[in-house]
Nanobody
Framework: VQLVESGGGLVQAGGSLRLSCAAS????????IGWFRQAPGKEREGVSC????????YYADSVKGRITITRDNAKKTLYLQMNSLKPEDTAVYYC?????????????????WGQGTQVNVSS
């Protein structure tokens, strides 16, 4: 599987960004696809995921209400619309396959991921 993220950048607090992930080479043995982020010195954090089967979406509490995950199956592209960004959202964002999901984004298991895209939110 190949995942290529884009759309990161520098934005002021309160601003918006839309991340994209071009996907190819999928097999059927995965739960879905999603995003995680990692900031310097911090643990990886699951941000959001979407079920391959029924399109159900899930979000971390830290981003709920500000971030929306969508997919365009025809374009094989995953999106992450991020609004009302905060400095604490600063991180490298990775698009990834989800190999296991129990309903809690905090414990999602990611399989393959891309090279990441940097998001910087200034105060």
């Amino acid at each position: 599987v190949q995942l290529v993220e884009s759309g990161g950048g520098l934005v002021q607090a309160g601003g918006s960004l839309r991340l994209s992930c071009a996907a190819s080479g999928f097999t059927r043995d995965y739960y879905g696809i999603g995003w995680f982020r990692q900031a310097p010195g911090k643990e990886r954090e699951g941000v959001s995921c979407i079920s391959r089967r029924d399109g159900s979406t899930y979000y971390a509490d830290s981003v709920k209400g500000r971030i929306t995950i969508t997919r365009d199956n025809a374009k094989k592209t995953l999106y992450l619309q991020m609004n009302s960004l905060k400095p604490e959202d600063t991180a490298v964002y990775y698009c990834a396959t989800v190999t296991f999901f129990s309903g809690n984004i905090a414990t999602v298991v990611f399989g393959s991921w891309g090279q990441g895209t940097q998001v910087n939110v200034s105060s």
